[in-house]
């Protein structure tokens, strides 16, 4: 019988999620051991996720402002980049941040452990190297894993999930996404800006669908000038390795040609939790049918020592969300009284314009019959928006019409996902309209359109004219 290690904390996964509570419980006093399969600290999100991706992003954003420089009157000439160099860059951002959090575990005296584990019973897993470990808790922050439908799943390199596609190991001429989700657009604008005729195709007659539609409007107009093709309603039925390529097979009313060849195909149509390996059937944890780890508000699982968190505990699929929950879960287990209780989680799609929202959405209350009231400030009337030469933005509040109450707040436009945490302070603080109105806000700055659309409320927004009705 090998020794058993015990400890007060055992967390699987070392990501935003399984981090940020290892550090919590350690700052709380707990023995606390992180598990995670990967080599270094960090996750999806910092080794093939957020991080490398907005590295990349950054990288096609310099490149779209320099093209676009040419119309203010600067002309750096057609970039040169260097794809060996561009890879090396987002390597050695991740190197460093995965080293930092490596640091911070031996700083607080977290134990961290390379292994694959799973698990034994309620108490106990079982590391790859056949060791055991014992909990008086255990958090299972085991993230998310890319969808991968057996008609694309043809073993070809040709054929990248987001994984592949930011090894960016070349520039293909023509590359295919499938699916114009997050990951589509996002990766796909990379690809388009670096110089590869990016066509995405997307099952649902909108890209970023469940996105408020004016707010996608922007981003998909600049999208058509930066893209080859944007097929919406059509569906990739299947694909095949040609030997020098990847013919896709297309359906749907606007197609042209149903047999498009492409250099490279990237799939990029949704995320399952991580969930299948973990012996759970050894545990009294449930999962749902997509894979889903159940949990009550507390984030308890059915096992009353083991808790869930993360895009394995359910949606939406967002690092910061995870994060939240760790720090809740380890606060639970400390025996606080805490729940979850956030009324805005902010998603943001780090396209260029970026794509920002937070709390309620117009498409949501629709949804919900939910009677609301929606003010718009377009920023076509914002001297910073008219600086940028970046007039296409829009940010908007949904407003409840009794109280006057900020319960949601999206915005479209450069630096949209920066100026979203006002949005969340303010649906967390209950701000009024006329709390963000009467917040002075520095000028000439975009945030200014977080001010006006609230004073639209009332038709007294000082850039834009609102004609009194005719008496
Ligand atoms: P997604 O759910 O955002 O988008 C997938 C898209 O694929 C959908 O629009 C869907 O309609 C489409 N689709 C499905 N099957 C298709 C088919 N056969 N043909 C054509 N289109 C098809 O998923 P994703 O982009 O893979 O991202 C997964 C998750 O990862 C997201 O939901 C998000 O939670 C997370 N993520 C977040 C960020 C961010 O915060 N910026 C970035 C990347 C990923």
Same mark, same amino acid.
């Given at each position: 019988?090998?020794? +058993?290690?015990?400890?007060?904390?055992?967390?699987?996964?070392?990501?935003?999620?399984?981090? &940020?509570?290892?550090?919590?419980?350690?700052?709380?006093?707990?023995?606390?051991?992180?598990?995670?399969?990967? !080599?270094?600290?960090?996750?999806?999100?910092?080794?093939?996720?957020?991080?490398?991706?907005?590295?990349?992003?950054?990288?096609?954003?310099? +490149?779209?402002?320099?093209?676009? &420089?040419?119309?203010?009157?600067?002309? $750096?000439?057609?970039?040169?980049?260097?794809?060996?160099?561009?890879?090396?860059?987002? /390597?050695?951002? @991740?190197? *460093?941040? *995965?080293?930092?959090?490596?640091?911070?575990?031996?700083?607080?005296? @977290? !134990?961290?452990?390379? %292994?694959?584990?799973?698990?034994?019973?309620?108490?106990?897993?079982?590391?790859?190297?056949? *060791?055991?470990?014992?909990?008086?808790?255990? +958090?299972?922050?085991?993230?998310?894993?890319?969808?991968?439908?057996?008609?694309?799943?043809?073993? *070809?390199?040709?054929?990248?999930?987001?994984?592949?596609?930011?090894?960016?190991?070349?520039?293909?001429?023509?590359?295919?996404?499938?699916?114009?989700?997050?990951?589509?657009?996002?990766?796909?604008?990379?690809?388009?800006?670096?110089?590869?005729?990016? =066509?995405?195709?997307?099952? =649902?007659?909108?890209?970023?669908?469940?996105?408020?539609?004016?707010?996608?409007?922007?981003?998909?107009?600049? #999208?058509?000038?930066?893209? !080859?093709?944007?097929?919406?309603?059509?569906?990739?039925?299947?694909?095949?390795?040609?030997?020098?390529?990847?013919?896709?097979?297309?359906?749907?009313?606007?197609?042209?040609?149903?047999?498009?060849?492409?250099?490279?195909?990237?799939?990029?149509?949704?995320?399952?939790?991580?969930?299948?390996?973990?012996? #759970?059937?050894?545990?009294?944890?449930?999962?749902?049918?997509?894979?889903?780890?159940?949990?009550?508000?507390?984030?308890?699982?059915?096992?009353?020592?083991?808790?869930?968190?993360?895009?394995?505990?359910?949606?939406?699929?967002?690092?910061?969300?995870?994060?939240?929950?760790?720090?809740?879960? @380890?606060?639970?287990?400390?025996?606080?009284?805490?729940?979850?209780?956030?009324?805005?989680?902010?998603? @943001?799609? $780090?396209?260029?314009?970026?794509?920002?929202?937070?709390? #309620?959405?117009?498409?949501?209350?629709?949804?919900?019959?939910?009677?609301?009231?929606?003010?718009?400030?377009?920023?076509?009337?914002?001297?910073?928006?008219?600086?940028?030469?970046?007039?296409?933005?829009?940010?908007?509040?949904? $407003? !409840?019409?009794? =109280?006057?109450?900020?319960?949601?707040?999206?915005?479209?436009?450069?630096?949209?996902?920066?100026?979203?945490?006002?949005?969340?302070?303010?649906?967390?603080? &209950?701000?009024?309209?006329?709390?963000?109105?009467?917040?002075?806000?520095?000028?000439?700055?975009?945030?200014?359109?977080?001010?006006? %659309?609230?004073?639209?409320?009332? /038709?007294?927004?000082?850039?834009? $004219?609102?004609?009194?009705? &005719?008496?």
């Amino acid at each position: 019988m090998p020794d +058993i290690i015990e400890s007060d904390l055992v967390i699987i996964g070392a990501g935003p999620g399984g981090y &940020a509570a290892a550090f919590h419980a350690a700052d709380k006093g707990m023995k606390v051991t992180l598990l995670d399969a990967r !080599e270094r600290p960090g996750g999806t999100c910092l080794h093939v996720g957020c991080i490398p991706s907005k590295a990349l992003l950054h990288i096609a954003k310099l +490149i779209t402002d320099v093209r676009d &420089a040419k119309e203010h009157g600067l002309n $750096f000439g057609a970039p040169q980049f260097d794809i060996a160099a561009v890879r090396n860059y987002w /390597g050695k951002v @991740v190197e *460093s941040l *995965s080293k930092n959090l490596a640091g911070m575990c031996k700083q607080r005296k @977290v !134990e961290l452990v390379n %292994a694959k584990a799973s698990f034994e019973d309620s108490r106990t897993l079982r590391l790859a190297d056949g *060791s055991l470990r014992r909990f008086q808790h255990c +958090i299972i922050a085991t993230g998310s894993v890319p969808t991968m439908f057996p008609a694309f799943d043809i073993g *070809s390199p040709r054929v990248m999930d987001s994984t592949g596609a930011l090894r960016l190991e070349e520039l293909p001429g023509k590359l295919l996404v499938v699916g114009g989700g997050y990951i589509g657009l996002e990766l796909g604008y990379v690809y388009a800006a670096l110089g590869s005729k990016v =066509t995405v195709v997307e099952l =649902t007659g909108g890209l970023l669908p469940g996105v408020d539609p004016d707010l996608v409007r922007p981003l998909a107009h600049r #999208l058509k000038g930066l893209f !080859e093709q944007i097929y919406l309603k059509t569906k990739v039925v299947k694909i095949a390795d040609t030997g020098s390529g990847v013919r896709a097979t297309l359906e749907g009313e606007k197609v042209t040609d149903t047999e498009p060849v492409f250099d490279r195909v990237l799939v990029a149509v949704g995320r399952k939790p991580n969930t299948k390996e973990l012996g #759970l059937d050894k545990t009294k944890v449930q999962v749902d049918p997509k894979g889903f780890i159940q949990t009550d508000n507390q984030r308890r699982t059915a096992d009353e020592r083991i808790f869930a968190i993360g895009d394995a505990a359910g949606e939406p699929m967002l690092a910061h969300k995870a994060t939240y929950e760790g720090k809740l879960a @380890v606060e639970v287990i400390a025996g606080e009284p805490t729940q979850f209780d956030a009324r805005a989680i902010p998603a @943001v799609v $780090f396209t260029d314009p970026e794509i920002a929202w937070a709390g #309620l959405t117009e498409s949501e209350a629709e949804k919900q019959q939910k009677e609301v009231k929606v003010t718009v400030f377009p920023w076509g009337a914002s001297g910073r928006a008219a600086t940028l030469g970046r007039m296409e933005g829009r940010t908007k509040i949904v $407003f !409840e019409p009794e =109280t006057e109450r900020v319960l949601g707040v999206g915005i479209v436009g450069a630096g949209a996902g920066e100026m979203i945490a006002e949005g969340v302070l303010a649906v967390e603080m &209950a701000a009024t309209a006329r709390d963000l109105a009467l917040s002075i806000h520095p000028h000439p700055t975009l945030s200014e359109t977080v001010m006006e %659309a609230a004073e639209a409320l009332h /038709g007294n927004t000082t850039h834009m $004219f609102k004609p009194k009705p &005719a008496k």
